[in-house]
């Protein structure tokens, strides 16, 4: 084996080392493409979950908040008890109050406690 040989067969190998990097490389980042594009589809996916879960969530304590009102109005006239408990807004409250007036009456109270007249 010559010195020709031996250089021959070295560029051989870097080249043949280089191609086989470049097409790792192209690979491996196509990978991480296509990974970050699936995880962001599962991150939206995720969100729409976490959503609509605290949207049905949320609507759920408001009717059980409803319910107790009604619940309290029978036993003593006002719902108003019931309803200072909750840990809401006053926004909230008054609303529930309207609600607990329109299910009990059939129409909202003469006047609200919750909202400024």
Not at 58 to 75: A, C, D, H, S
Not at 84 to 108: H, L, Q, W
């Amino acid at each position: 084996m010559n010195i020709a040989e031996i250089i021959i067969n070295l560029i051989f190998l870097v080249i043949g080392s280089f191609i086989s990097w470049l097409i790792t490389h192209c690979y491996y980042r196509k990978s991480l493409k296509n990974q970050q594009i699936e995880s962001s589809k599962e991150i939206t996916a995720w969100e729409q979950i976490i959503e609509n879960s605290q949207i049905n969530t949320n609507e759920t304590k408001r009717l059980n908040y409803i319910n107790l009102g009604v619940e309290e109005y029978n036993r003593h006239g006002t719902p108003y008890r019931v309803i200072e408990t909750f840990n809401i807004s006053k926004n909230e409250k008054a609303d529930i109050y309207d609600a607990v007036m329109i299910r009990v009456k059939g129409r909202p109270g003469k006047s609200n406690p919750y909202r400024n007249n």
